[in-house]
């Protein structure tokens, strides 16, 4: 079982900075796939960022493309959110998930539906 915990949301003014933080324990977490999603009141769940295993693949959903930077640290089971320059649109709640891909041919991937394990979210706030 796979456990996920997201923090670091809040109230940000436009243009401003957040850091969000997703903290996963459970058996072999280590090597599973980390992704952001967002999602807002009455849409569909969004890519945002995914990384592999190592940390040294990541991919972007290109409405956040150079503004937010995924990475991990192994050694904490943890990852991270950082997002600059945001805008009034990138409010919503953020979810961390989780994918195993141990068996795939891939080491990253956008599906939603490949991700198991999700977090519960953390609201992001951007006033224009």
């Known amino acids: 079982q796979v456990q996920l915990v997201e923090s670091g949301g809040g109230l940000v003014q436009a243009g401003g900075s957040l850091r969000l933080s997703c903290a996963a324990s459970?058996?072999?977490?280590?090597?599973?796939?980390m992704a952001w999603f967002r999602q807002a009141p009455g849409a569909e769940r969004e890519f945002v960022a995914t990384?592999?295993?190592?940390?040294?693949?990541?991919h972007y959903a290109d409405s956040v493309n150079g503004r937010f930077t995924i990475t991990r640290d192994t050694a904490k089971s943890a990852v991270y959110l950082a997002m600059n320059s945001l805008k009034p649109y990138d409010t919503t709640v953020y979810y961390c998930?989780?994918?195993?891909?141990?068996?795939?041919?891939?080491?990253?991937?956008?599906?939603?539906?490949?991700?198991?394990?999700w977090g519960k979210g953390t609201q992001v706030t951007v006033s224009s």
């Open positions: 998930a989780a994918a195993d891909l141990r068996s795939s041919i891939v080491v990253i991937t956008v599906k939603l539906d490949e991700y198991a394990y």
């Open positions: 990384i592999d295993w190592s940390g040294g693949v990541t």
């Open positions: 459970g058996r072999r977490v280590s090597d599973y796939a």
